[in-house]
Nanobody, 126 residues
């Protein structure tokens, strides 16, 4: 089994930055695609960002492009989401997810991911 654990969430003023981490533990995974989703109050969980195994490919939701950066360190089994210029509307619970398959068009679909973390709260005050 694989466990994912997010950290780095918290409260920040608009315009500030946070860096989320996602640490994977358990059995070693083969090639995986890692992603971040978020769920704002009263809304469904939505795609934020995803990154391929080699980190050569990344994709972002339009709402975060230019502000968020997804990265990973496979030697540490850890993924990261650097969030800059945070806005009030970025307030949500952020989840990391891993899919045991190479990069593909599936990467924006939450149903395609095999493992999920418990989530970390990000609160942005205006």
């Amino acid at each position: 089994q694989v466990q994912l654990e997010e950290s780095g969430g918290g409260s920040v003023q608009a315009g500030g930055s946070l860096r989320l981490s996602c640490a994977a533990s358990g059995r070693t995974l083969p090639t995986t695609t890692m992603a971040w989703f978020r769920r704002a109050p009263g809304k469904e969980r939505e795609f934020v960002a995803a990154i391929s195994w080699s980190a050569a490919i990344a994709d972002y939701a339009d709402s975060v492009k230019g502000r968020f950066t997804c990265s990973r360190d496979n030697a540490k089994n850890t993924g990261y989401l650097q969030m800059n210029s945070l806005k009030f509307e970025d307030t949500a619970v952020y989840y990391c997810a891993a899919a045991v398959r190479p990069w593909g068009s599936f990467h924006v679909q939450r149903s395609e991911y095999d493992y999920w973390g418990q989530g970390t709260q990000v609160t942005v005050s205006s």
